[in-house]
């Protein structure tokens, strides 16, 4: 079956740049999206369509797209971003597919 | 605003059907395409299926076999039903407007237990 892959952690201090990537074989071809989720909390939309920014999501959010990957930036990390991020793009069946999901850790 | 919000038993037996609804409210169900996700305890998501306001429906392999969603548009909402449900089908279950899932409910949490 189809598998996003997203590393399981990443770790930035308040004010740095934190990138988290999203690798699958279908990305050429299909969107990606991208969720925050805190704790308790139902995810939220932050990115659609690879680099597309919902309104209302601040714009230190962004996205990005090459090949096999996507990826998402928070520039300026603050306190309020840590949070779980997933991934999510159809495979060719237009079956939905979510990575595994990174948790963000602001230092 | 849309807003989503499901509906149904929190405890459900094993082997029994879990059954939910979700209520689209501010917005109309047509023209959409709308899922179910769910999230096991301490665990990531993972999509169920999804329908369209016409009954167009698409399932997750992995649970294809046991789900069945369907859509009710005089009442804006659609609802799933899971079978032969086990431990493993503990989750919050959530609805969500595909594709790009911008609008999601609060999520309901599901317990299988006897």
């Known amino acids: 079956s189809y598998e996003l892959t997203q590393p399981p952690s990443v770790s930035v201090s308040p004010g740095q740049t934190a990138r988290i990537t999203c690798s699958g074989d279908a990305l050429p071809k299909q969107y990606g999206y991208w969720y925050q989720q805190k704790p308790g909390q139902a995810p939220v939309l932050v990115i659609y369509k690879d680099s597309e920014r919902p309104s209302g999501i601040p714009e230190r959010f962004s996205g990005s797209s090459s090949g096999t990957t996507v990826t998402l930036t928070i520039s300026g990390v603050q306190t309020e971003d840590e949070a779980d991020y997933y991934c999510q793009s159809p495979d060719s069946s237009g079956t939905r597919v979510f990575g595994g999901g990174t948790k963000l850790t602001v230092l | 605003q849309v807003q989503l919000q499901e509906s149904g038993p929190g405890l459900v037996k094993p082997s029994e059907t879990l059954s939910l609804t979700c209520t689209v409210s501010g917005g109309s169900i047509s023209g959409y395409y709308w899922s179910w996700i769910r999230q096991p305890p301490g665990k990531g998501l993972e999509w169920i299926a999804y329908i369209s306001y016409t009954g167009s429906t698409n399932y997750n392999p992995s649970l294809k076999s046991r789900v069945t969603i369907s859509v009710d548009t005089s009442k804006n909402q659609f609802s799933l039903r899971l079978r032969s449900v086990t431990a493993a089908d503990t989750a919050v279950y959530y609805c969500?407007?595909?594709?790009?899932?911008?609008?999601w409910g609060q999520g309901t949490l599901v317990t299988v237990s006897s």
């Open positions: 969500a407007r595909d594709t790009d899932f911008d609008y």
